[in-house]
């Protein structure tokens, strides 16, 4: 069979056998995915149904007074599903676990033909039940596509550097990857650090190809040169411009909340420790086994994987969600050497189970002896890591990054209060609007600070507008004195886990001014919401101070 063939075979799924394990494993996949589907909505998922209900309504990307444009794509992708199936945040979420048991599938398809079929399905299956994939697979952003995108993309990539292909197959790759890695920094910027890992393992494959004189040839020789020069171009062109500082710093840049670990380069190594440290652990010996025995996607799944972590880690946004495409290359890597290890262990185990010939008299005695050994072993290995036991529990109601409380069951009570208060202030923005319809001042360090950068500010000044809402942000104990007095009346709204916490929230001395100037709403404690109120029947401060933005008309 030519590699053509091969090709053909792996990417139209033209063997039956195939097929329906790919089949199976997509059914699977979405059968676990449906547990606990209902669980509660993280905030960045309703920047998506927020927007993704105006595009049903007027095809705009509204959110409240601003919009919210990023990865556009995706939003309209949800609003589309949305208009078939019905607007819910169970048909949305649906939606990522379709994406996500179709990534599963097209995972086992690809590494049967590039590392095996034992391979293949072991690193289809270990993927399905991670929690970080099950985590996708509920939620309601474009992660999912973006792992798919960037999937299809890399092993186009290979394939056309590695694989002898016909001319049309050649066109059709390389068309396929570029549109591929086009929509994928579409979803994310950090494509381009996936990107990256690619050219170089490219750079390096077609070295080594040049420089054995038995697979020289000028097609290798001149691709080669045309990386290099264009490389050496390219950065020249952005030193000239000026705009390597402009790039370095978008690189180095971290939002509020990841502010923390800017510096902390080894947060990405500690996390899959922490995940992982039977695997990680051992992670360098999979790796020259898996070299050892199947070189060249081996060296090509690592490069993908170890390049992109170890860029990844200088960089300053920083989370596990930014790497999880990254994952299958790694599982790729323990398929591989798997089972030869397995192999060599089974071995010694006969070995010592000769030894009792007067107690396993049989060689199939102790063949099965042994494989129950090495299943057994293999177990404890896989529920040793911290990951799998969590999945586990996330198929069983626990949330992934930290519990949310459900604000829908405390609509009744207080949405009459929302209506009727001449300002809201929130902690939590788009939960505010998602769940209520709406709020007027936002208190958080982190949004204004955000909020600073989309403008092109160093420093933030208080109630700038947050361009995705369009509505005020303050972050100051003064601003929000001003509002608690020149307001007649008022509700505040925030999340219990973090309305207290300074940045995330209001912080210790902006509780202790809320609750001396407001009376707490009691709520059902599965909402996690704090509901505090007050009433002044009149300004306190004088109409000089309640100039804007702290006006006395009820904000429109």
Known sequence: MTEDNKLEKALNGSSLRASLVGLGLFCFSLFIYTFNLDHGLYVDELYHLLPAQSVLADGSLSLAEGEYTRADLYTRFVASIQSVFGESVQVARISSAVTVSAFIALVYLVFRSLIGKREALVSAFILAILPSTIYLAQFIRFYGLHQILFFIGAISIYYLTAVNLSRPMV???????????????????????GVLAVIIWVVFYLS???????????????????LLAGGLLLGSILLIMGKVQGLLETFRYAAPWSADNVDNVLYYHRHLRYQFPVFWLLFPLACLVAFYYKPKPAFFFASIFLISVLVFSFGGMKDERYI???YPFAIGIWAIACFPILGMFKILVLKNLALLDHWLPSGKMRIGLANGILVSVSLFAILSNHAFPLSFHLLNGQQYRHEVGDWSIAVEHVQPLVDKADVVLTTN????????????????????????????????????????????????LE???KILK??????????????????????????????????????????????????????????????EPYRFVKPQ
């Open 324 to 326: 999880l495409f990254l």
């Open 479 to 481: 601003s929000l004195e």
């Open 171 to 193: 066109g059709l790759l390389a068309i396929i990857s570029t549109i591929c890695f086009g929509l994928a920094y579409h979803f994310q910027m950090t494509t381009l650090i």
């Open 208 to 226: 080594n190809q040049v420089l054995n004189p038995h697979k020289r040839n000028k097609i290798n020789a001149s691709l080669l040169v045309f």
């Open 429 to 476: 923005d788009v939960e505010s609007l998602f769940y209520f319809g709406r709020y007027d001042f936002n208190f958080s360090e982190f949004i204004i600070g955000e909020a600073a950068h989309q403008n092109g500010q160093e420093h933030a000044t208080e109630f700038i507008l947050d361009r995705r809402t369009g509505k005020p942000v303050l972050s100051e």
């Open 486 to 547: 020149c307001y007649p009346s008022g509700v505040f709204l925030g999340d219990a886990h973090k309305w207290y916490k300074k940045g995330q929230g209001l912080g210790a001395a902006g509780v202790e001014l809320i609750e001396a100037h407001t009376d707490r709403i009691e709520t059902d404690p599965r909402t996690n919401l704090v509901v505090r109120t007050w009433n002044n029947e009149g300004p306190i401060s004088s109409e000089q101070q309640c100039t």
